[in-house]
């Protein structure tokens, strides 16, 4: 499943993040390679899922504020569920990658685990990354969704095995790794709901600040 999602990914890989969330849509124009347009219609259907919700948005709406004729889209998308699909597979980014790389056992398992949490809390707000946590796999028929919950639970047995070894090596307190997972995630799935662009915190200013309470929580040593 999860070779399925980075398939995905790389079919419709996105270099650069738009800045601010309505931007995409100005994007489109004649001079745009096919995969920039495919481009800035996922990420233009990304907001709007994000703003009005996955039911209330309309591949009319998604043409419209792209300035094209909703029959143009068709040139670059099946239908309005195979957009959510990549949408969600392009919230994931570099994840795969990133979950490798907490298994470098040369490094601090606190330090993996804060920099895994720093690349969560960034993939998970950007226009992508909104419409996962505000819109979900739950509209996908049961093969694409099971590939996108799939992978959640990967992202969420990397922390579970992050917890369970750093209580072993005797960095981290005991505790209940399935427990705080859970509370970990609650925690960053909310980010995107209040996070502001304009707010004096970045994303990766929010995730580090989370992380040094956590960490002082967690932490079998005094720091």
């Given at each position: 499943?999860?070779?399925?999602?980075?398939?995905?990914?790389?079919?419709?890989?996105?270099?650069?993040?738009?800045?601010?969330?309505?931007?995409?849509?100005?994007?489109?124009?004649?001079?745009?390679?096919?995969?920039?347009?495919?481009?800035?219609?996922?990420?233009?259907?990304?907001?709007?899922?994000?703003?009005?919700?996955?039911?209330?948005?309309?591949?009319?709406?998604?043409?419209?504020?792209?300035?094209?004729?909703?029959?143009?889209?068709?040139?670059?998308?099946?239908?309005?569920?195979?957009?959510?699909?990549?949408?969600?597979?392009?919230?994931?980014?570099?994840?795969?990658?990133?979950?490798?790389?907490?298994?470098?056992?040369?490094?601090?398992?606190?330090?993996?685990?804060?920099?895994?949490?720093?690349?969560?809390?960034?993939?998970?707000?950007?226009?992508?990354?909104?419409?996962?946590?505000?819109?979900?796999?739950?509209?996908?028929?049961?093969?694409?969704?099971?590939?996108?919950?799939?992978?959640?639970?990967?992202?969420?047995?990397?922390?579970?095995?992050?917890?369970?070894?750093?209580?072993?090596?005797?960095?981290i307190k005991p505790c209940d790794p399935s427990m705080f997972s859970a509370l970990l995630f609650g925690a960053l799935n909310w980010v995107p709901r209040?996070?502001?662009?304009?707010?004096?915190?970045?994303?990766?200013?929010?995730?580090?600040?989370?992380?040094?309470?956590?960490?002082?929580?967690?932490?079998?040593?005094?720091?």
């Amino acid at each position: 499943m999860t070779g399925n999602l980075r398939t995905a990914a790389t079919d419709t890989a996105v270099t650069k993040p738009a800045r601010g969330r309505a931007g995409a849509g100005r994007r489109s124009g004649p001079g745009l390679k096919h995969e920039d347009k495919r481009t800035a219609i996922l990420r233009t259907a990304a907001q709007l899922f994000a703003e009005k919700g996955y039911e209330a948005t309309s591949l009319d709406n998604i043409a419209e504020r792209l300035g094209m004729h909703k029959a143009t889209l068709y040139h670059y998308v099946d239908n309005k569920e195979s957009i959510l699909y990549q949408c969600l597979v392009l919230s994931f980014g570099d994840l795969d990658e990133v979950i490798e790389k907490t298994k470098d056992r040369s490094i601090p398992v606190l330090e993996r685990l804060r920099l895994y949490v720093r690349s969560l809390a960034v993939a998970q707000n950007n226009d992508f990354g909104r419409c996962l946590i505000l819109v979900g796999s739950r509209p996908l028929e049961m093969t694409q969704g099971g590939d996108i919950r799939q992978f959640q639970r990967r992202l969420d047995a990397t922390v579970r095995d992050l917890i369970t070894e750093g209580i072993a090596d005797g960095s981290i307190k005991p505790c209940d790794p399935s427990m705080f997972s859970a509370l970990l995630f609650g925690a960053l799935n909310w980010v995107p709901r209040w996070h502001s662009e304009s707010g004096k915190l970045s994303v990766q200013q929010v995730a580090d600040t989370f992380m040094d309470m956590v960490i002082n929580g967690i932490s079998a040593t005094r720091r």
